[in-house]
């Protein structure tokens, strides 16, 4: 297969972080999620720094991230066979930095997975309610959950635009069963790389 480069937009909630581990399995792709990145600094000076951001619901400087990826993306395996990008474009100077950090290559499609905001609202309730103690990712209470929210719609709404604008969007309705909106995906993905 030729190398494949995605995006997966989403609420936080909607089920990003699952559906992108799925794809990257059923395509071989490195699954490049920033979330987990900066979660795996944990011990590190960097890692200390973001924690505040993150705890917080707060998104990262701009900078810090379009450095991390790009970094993430020179690597071998993203130049053989492409990656799948999760959490990252979130903001428009993110997503205006993405095509100076792949080219010539391009983005085959940006895939916006579509839960309404008063679903992943109580989706990310039930999830702070489920969670054990020790687990519990602390971006999960509720504060922190409006404002993730919040900053979504101020932030990261405006990519999805973006990407509509450049011809690279496709929605895909996120309200159903997890091997369902896999399926949909999956039909997206196909088509886009035919
Ligand atoms: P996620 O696991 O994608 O929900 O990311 C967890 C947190 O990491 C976010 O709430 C932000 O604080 C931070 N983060 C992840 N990706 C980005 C990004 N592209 N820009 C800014 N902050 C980010």
Do not use: N
């Given at each position: 297969?030729?190398?494949?480069?995605?995006?997966?937009?989403?609420?936080?909630?909607?089920?990003?972080?699952?559906?992108?581990?799925?794809?990257a399995?059923?395509?071989?792709?490195?699954?490049?999620?920033?979330?987990?990145?900066l979660r795996?600094?944990?011990?590190?000076?960097?890692g200390?720094?973001?924690?505040?951001?993150?705890?917080?619901?707060?998104?990262?400087?701009?900078?810090?991230?379009?450095?991390?990826?790009?970094?993430?993306?020179?690597?071998?395996?993203?130049?053989?066979?492409?990656f799948?990008?999760?959490?990252?474009?979130?903001?428009?100077?993110?997503?205006?930095?993405?095509?100076?950090?792949?080219?010539?290559?391009?983005i085959?499609?940006?895939?916006?997975?579509?839960?309404?905001?008063?679903?992943?609202?109580?989706?990310?309730?039930?999830?702070?309610?489920?969670?054990?103690e020790?687990?519990?990712?602390?971006?999960?209470?509720?504060?922190?959950?409006?404002?993730r929210?919040?900053?979504?719609?101020?932030?990261t709404?405006?990519?999805?635009?973006?990407?509509?604008?450049?011809?690279?969007?496709?929605?895909?309705?996120?309200?159903?069963?997890?091997?369902?909106?896999?399926?949909?995906?999956?039909?997206?993905?196909?088509?886009a790389?035919a």
């Amino acid at each position: 297969m030729r190398p494949a480069r995605l995006v997966v937009l989403g609420r936080p909630g909607a089920g990003k972080g699952t559906q992108c581990q799925r794809l990257a399995r059923h395509y071989q792709l490195p699954h490049v999620s920033t979330g987990e990145m900066l979660r795996a600094l944990a011990g590190t000076d960097v890692g200390r720094r973001a924690r505040d951001s993150i705890d917080a619901g707060d998104l990262l400087a701009d900078d810090v991230m379009v450095e991390m990826v790009a970094e993430r993306l020179g690597h071998d395996d993203v130049r053989r066979v492409g990656f799948l990008l999760d959490g990252f474009p979130r903001t428009l100077p993110q997503a205006e930095a993405l095509p100076g950090l792949i080219e010539p290559a391009t983005i085959d499609v940006a895939i916006h997975v579509e839960v309404a905001p008063v679903v992943v609202a109580a989706r990310l309730a039930g999830r702070l309610a489920g969670s054990q103690e020790q687990q519990r990712r602390r971006d999960d209470a509720d504060d922190v959950v409006a404002r993730r929210l919040q900053l979504y719609e101020a932030e990261t709404a405006p990519v999805v635009g973006w990407f509509a604008d450049q011809g690279l969007l496709a929605t895909v309705d996120g309200l159903a069963p997890v091997e369902e909106v896999t399926a949909r995906l999956m039909e997206v993905v196909d088509q886009a790389l035919a």
